[in-house]
């Protein structure tokens, strides 16, 4: 089993930045990709980018403007994710997602909230 947490997230104005982490716990050795996930209301969850061992992977809505990173310590996995230049359109509950060969883990979900 894998655990996830986020924290980050919160309230910024158009054009702001936020910081998103995802703490993974439990099999990390396990995980072949992990990454983020968004949900805006009315849409479907949709994938914002995501680690598989070297190859980093951006929705193009966000290229240029996001960047995750991921790191190791204290039996833990670290997924970071800065976004940058957000937009009222970045909106959603952002998840933390993680995949081994047969499962996929989902965290609790983070609110990310863009005014104009």
């Known amino acids: 089993q894998v655990q996830l947490v986020e924290s980050g997230g919160g309230l910024v104005q158009a054009g702001g930045s936020l910081r998103l982490s995802c703490a993974a716990s439990g099999r990390i050795l396990s995980i072949r990709t992990i990454g983020w996930y968004r949900q805006a209301p009315g849409n479907q969850r949709e994938l914002v980018a995501r680690?598989?061992?070297?190859?980093?992977?951006?929705d193009d809505s966000v290229k240029g403007r996001f960047t995750i990173s991921r790191d190791n310590a204290n039996n833990t996995l670290y997924l970071q994710m800065q976004m940058n230049s957000l937009t009222p359109e970045d909106t959603a509950v952002y998840y933390c997602?993680?995949?081994?060969?047969?499962?996929?883990?989902w965290g609790q979900g983070v609110q990310v909230t863009v005014s104009s």
């Open positions: 680690i598989s061992g070297e190859i980093t992977n951006y």
């Open positions: 997602n993680a995949r081994d060969h047969v499962l996929q883990y």
